[in-house]
């Protein structure tokens, strides 16, 4: 079993930055890839970013230039760092972590942006 608690959501403004992190359970080298999703009222799901076990990463052209994500082994858990926050980023952030083909989520936390 796996869990993943996110954490550093939150109210920002325009043009701002956050920070969230996701706290797994278990060892992090035990997952094939790890990463964010966002999802916003009425909208599908989109892939925020995502890290591979071998420090692969890829971004969602939508954050693409503002966010970084990254991985500390020692704590166990997976950053984002997000910056210069526009209006039509807020949506619940959730990370997730892969085992095989199977992956877990976290329960997601909230980004807000307003002036």
């Known amino acids: 079993q796996v869990q993943l608690v996110e954490s550093g959501g939150g109210l920002v403004q325009p043009g701002g930055s956050l920070r969230l992190s996701c706290a797994a359970s278990?060892?992090?080298?035990?997952?094939?890839?790890m990463g964010w999703y966002r999802q916003a009222p009425g909208k599908s799901r989109e892939l925020v970013a995502s890290i591979s076990s071998g420090g692969s990463t890829n971004y969602g052209d939508s954050v693409k230039g503002r966010l970084t994500i990254a991985r500390d082994g020692d704590k166990n858990t997976l950053y984002q760092q997000m910056n210069s926050l526009k209006f039509e980023d807020p949506a619940v952030y959730s990370c997730?972590?892969?085992?095989?083909?199977?992956?877990?989520w976290g329960q997601g936390t909230q980004i807000t942006v307003s002036s």
């Open positions: 997730y972590a892969s085992i095989g083909i199977v992956p877990y």
């Open positions: 278990r060892s992090i080298s035990d997952f094939r890839a």
